[in-house]
C-alpha cells in the first residue's frame, strides 16, 4: 500500500519544476490526502527529495530587491508543504519553511503566505513560536504574504500585536484571514473597537467560507463586549450568517456566568472582562424592570458578593447614562435616565467606525468595485440604536 501511493505520489510531485507548477499541483491532490497518515507522511516527505542544486544563502532573511530562483527540489518540497498535513511532519516543515524564505517571491502570493502559515503551525507543534515570530518580524514591512501568518502566529501563541494593515495579497481567502487574525490580535489586547472593523473588512472580502461562522461568532462576541443589543450586532453581518450558540446565549441575559467558550481559543482570555459585562446586562435588566430592590436582593440576582462591588456597577451604568440610582437605606431606586448622553456615546462609537471603515483606502478595496453592504447596515443600526 506504501509503496503505490509513494510511486503515485512520486510520479505527481515529479511534474512540478517551476514555482508556477506549485498551484497546479496543490488543487489537484486532493486524491492523495486521504491516504496520507501520521504513519506514512514521513517517508513520502523524504522519498520525494529529488537531487537538484541547492543554492546557498547568507541569511534565511530576505533582503529588499534579491529574488533568487528556487530549484526544482526546492519547488518540489513546497509543494509537498502544501500537500502534507503539517501535523506529521513539524519538523520537515519547520526546516524546509525556513529553507524556502528566500524564493518565496518567487511564487504566487497565495503559495508563499500558505508555506508560511504551515511553518506557523509547525513552530507552535515544536514549541519554537518564538524562533519564527522573530523571524516574521524582519519580513513583516516589506511582503504581504507574510501578514496572515504572522497574526495568525501572534494570536496562537498569545502574544497578540497592534498591527495596521495596509496592503494585502488580493487572493480573497488570503486576505479575509488576514483580518480575520488581526481582529483575533485586537480582541486579545481588548482594542474591540479594533477588532469589530476587522472582522467587518473580513466579512466583506469573503463573506460566505469555511471560517465564516468563526468570523461572525467573533464578531457578535466583540458587539457584546461593546454593550451592543443582538438585534444592533446582527444588522453589521448577512442574515444567513451562522453564530455560534455559545455566543448568542450571552446576550440572553439568562446566564449568570461563563468559564469558557468552547468556540474560541482566546475566550479564556477574556472570560474576567464577559462576566463583569454580563454582570452589567443583568443590572441594566433589573433597573428596567423594577422600581425599587433591597440590595441584598440585587447582590444575590445578579451575582456580585460585596457592596462596593455592585455600587461600581451601578455608578458606571450611571456614568454611562444606562440608568439613574439612589440608595435609600439599603432600598436602591430606579429612576428614569436622560437618554441623551448615552445616544450621543452610540452615535460617537458607530460613526467613528463607520468613518474608519470607510477611508480605509487599501489597495484591495481601491480596486474593488463592489459595493460595501456593511457600510448601510452600519448606517442602519446607528439610528436603531438610537
Not at 63 to 91: C, D, M
Not at 140 to 166: M, N, Q, T, V
Not at 236 to 259: A, C, R, T
Request: proline residues 4%.
Amino acid at each position: 500500500m506504501i509503496h503505490h501511493l509513494r510511486r503515485r505520489l512520486s510520479e505527481f510531485i515529479t511534474t512540478v519544476k517551476t514555482p508556477s507548477d506549485i498551484l497546479k499541483v496543490v488543487s489537484k491532490a486532493s486524491e492523495f490526502t486521504e491516504e496520507i497518515s501520521s504513519d506514512n507522511a514521513k517517508d513520502l516527505f523524504d522519498f520525494n527529495s529529488k537531487p537538484g542544486k541547492i543554492m546557498r544563502q547568507p541569511s534565511h532573511i530576505v533582503h529588499p530587491g534579491t529574488s533568487p530562483s528556487p530549484s526544482t527540489l526546492y519547488n518540489q518540497k513546497a509543494a509537498l508543504i502544501l500537500i502534507i498535513p503539517v501535523e506529521f511532519i513539524p519538523n520537515e516543515v519547520f526546516n524546509w519553511g525556513q529553507k524556502l524564505i528566500p524564493f518565496l517571491d518567487s511564487y504566487e502570493q497565495i503559495i508563499s503566505s500558505g508555506l508560511m502559515m504551515r511553518l506557523a503551525k509547525s513552530s507552535i507543534i515544536l514549541n519554537q513560536a518564538g524562533t519564527i515570530l522573530e523571524t516574521f518580524a524582519w519580513i513583516i514591512g516589506r511582503h504581504e504574504w507574510i501578514i496572515c501568518p504572522y497574526l495568525y502566529l501572534s494570536a496562537s501563541s498569545k502574544i497578540p500585536i497592534d498591527f495596521d494593515i495596509k496592503k494585502l495579497t488580493q487572493f480573497s481567502r488570503v486576505d479575509c484571514m488576514t483580518f480575520y487574525y488581526a481582529g483575533i490580535n485586537y480582541l486579545m489586547l481588548r482594542l474591540y473597537e479594533k477588532a469589530l472593523i476587522s472582522f467587518l473588512h473580513s466579512l466583506e472580502i469573503l463573506n460566505f467560507s469555511d471560517f465564516s461562522k468563526n468570523v461572525s461568532s467573533h464578531l457578535f462576541l466583540t458587539c457584546f463586549l461593546l454593550h451592543f443589543e443582538e438585534e444592533q450586532a446582527r444588522l453589521l453581518i448577512h442574515s444567513k450568517n451562522e453564530i455560534d450558540e455559545d455566543v448568542l446565549n450571552l446576550f440572553s441575559y439568562s446566564i449568570d456566568s461563563i468559564e469558557s467558550l468552547p468556540f474560541s481559543n482566546i475566550g479564556e482570555l477574556l472570560i474576567t472582562e464577559i462576566n463583569e459585562e454580563l454582570k452589567r446586562r443583568k443590572l441594566y435588566k433589573i433597573s428596567q424592570t423594577a422600581l425599587r430592590i433591597p440590595l441584598d436582593l440585587l447582590l444575590h440576582k445578579i451575582g456580585i458578593e460585596t457592596d462596593e462591588e455592585i455600587f461600581e456597577n451601578l455608578s458606571n451604568l450611571q456614568d454611562e447614562g444606562k440608568i439613574k440610582y439612589k440608595n435609600l437605606n439599603g432600598i436602591i431606586r430606579f429612576y428614569q435616565p436622560d437618554m441623551k448622553k448615552q445616544i450621543e456615546e452610540q452615535n460617537e462609537t458607530i460613526s467613528k467606525i463607520l468613518e474608519i471603515v470607510n477611508n480605509f483606502n487599501i489597495e484591495y478595496f481601491l480596486s474593488n468595485k463592489s459595493t460595501k453592504p456593511t457600510l448601510t447596515n452600519i448606517k442602519k443600526a446607528i439610528s436603531e440604536m438610537c
